[in-house]
């Protein structure tokens, strides 16, 4: 069964403490995945696709990463403005996405 | 335009209503999504339309009704919609073809 899994669900960091974000999968024909950022009550806002093991994506502080079953969101020297719901997405063959259920996280000045 | 539009952002109805959510993007995108998301959870797909073609249908039940009159528009018609039914209604597009979604901001759906 295709299962995508995020931890922790929470995590409280000080301003300027890295930290790193985890998805787990298990698909059949991985096609992508994806990273998303999501504030209360907003859609979510997209930041990176990754599509092959080994693939790393990176936008001001944060650094996205893949191997053949895991991808991992680091966060360098986060800013309280960073905090937010971090969603996984993969997607499979077919037209649709399989989300996780998020890390929110909150960054503490 | 690299926006997908959702209106209205806030909707408030009563069980006994009809009401439509609309959402519009023009960036070409083939393929429209409706999802639902309830507080501190994933959102969760609805209905998918691929060149305006209805492609997935999750087992929503029929008091959702969804409707693509073009490449550009997706609504989503409401009709004796319950209060379990209150949650943040997202439209996305995208191509169709190894591409994140892009997602509007959302109706915040509550029903009385």
């Known amino acids: 069964e295709d299962q995508v899994t995020q931890s922790p669900e929470a995590l409280r960091l000080q301003e300027g403490e890295s930290s790193s974000l985890n998805c787990s999968y298990t698909?059949?024909?991985?096609?992508?995945l994806f990273w998303y950022r999501q504030d209360p009550g907003k859609g979510p806002e997209f930041l990176f696709t990754l599509y092959s093991a080994g693939e790393e994506k990176e936008k001001e502080r944060l650094k996205a990463t893949l191997t053949k079953k895991e991808s991992f969101l680091h966060i360098t020297a986060p800013k309280p403005e960073d905090s937010a719901t971090y969603l996984c997405?993969?997607?499979?063959?077919?037209?649709?996405?399989?989300f996780g259920t998020g890390t929110s996280l909150t960054v503490i000045p | 335009d690299t926006e997908v539009t959702q209106t209205p952002k806030h909707l408030v109805m009563g069980m006994t209503n009809k009401k439509s959510l609309k959402c519009e993007q023009h960036?070409?995108?083939?393929?429209m999504y409706w999802y639902k998301q309830k507080a501190k959870k994933p959102p969760e797909l609805m209905f998918v339309?691929?060149?305006?073609?209805?492609?997935i249908n999750e087992s929503v039940p029929s008091r959702f009704s969804p409707e693509c009159p073009n490449s550009s528009l997706l609504n989503l018609h409401l009709h004796a919609l319950q209060p379990e039914d209150s949650a943040l209604y997202l439209c996305?597009?995208?191509?169709?073809?190894?591409?994140?979604?892009?997602f509007g901001s959302g109706t915040r759906l509550t029903v009385v």
């Open positions: 698909v059949s024909g991985l096609r992508g």
């Open positions: 997405a993969v997607r499979i063959t077919g037209n649709q996405f399989y």
């Open positions: 339309y691929s060149y305006e073609k209805l492609s």
């Open positions: 960036m070409g995108h083939r393929a």
């Open positions: 996305a597009s995208s191509p169709l073809e190894n591409y994140g979604y892009t």
